[in-house]
């Protein structure tokens, strides 16, 4: 099973980049999505960025992981990671209204 992790570029090369995701380091292939700023935020499958996320998606995917990693170990306090979901009556898309 191949998961998404949200990871920040912390130096950029041509055609890798050196980025981080929670303190640990990898190079990450470029070629999809170019050469990027430091700072810029992506959506990394197996050393490779597949797409440019803004701050706030980076954050949303990071916490549902964080989410399956205490599920996985047993603990069920989780709702704040889901803080755009609890509270709030699921919408229907615009297709099925």
Known sequence: MCIGLPMQVVESHDESARCLYRGQESRVDM???GP???GTWLLVFLDTAREVISEQK???IADALEAMRLAMLGDNRIDHLFSDL???EPQLPEFLK
Do not use: F, I, K
Request: charged share 25%; proline share 8%; glycine share 0%.
């Open 36 to 38: 990027q700023p430091v």
């Open 86 to 88: 609890v509270d709030r």
């Open 58 to 60: 980076a954050r949303q």
């Open 31 to 33: 070629m999809l999505v």
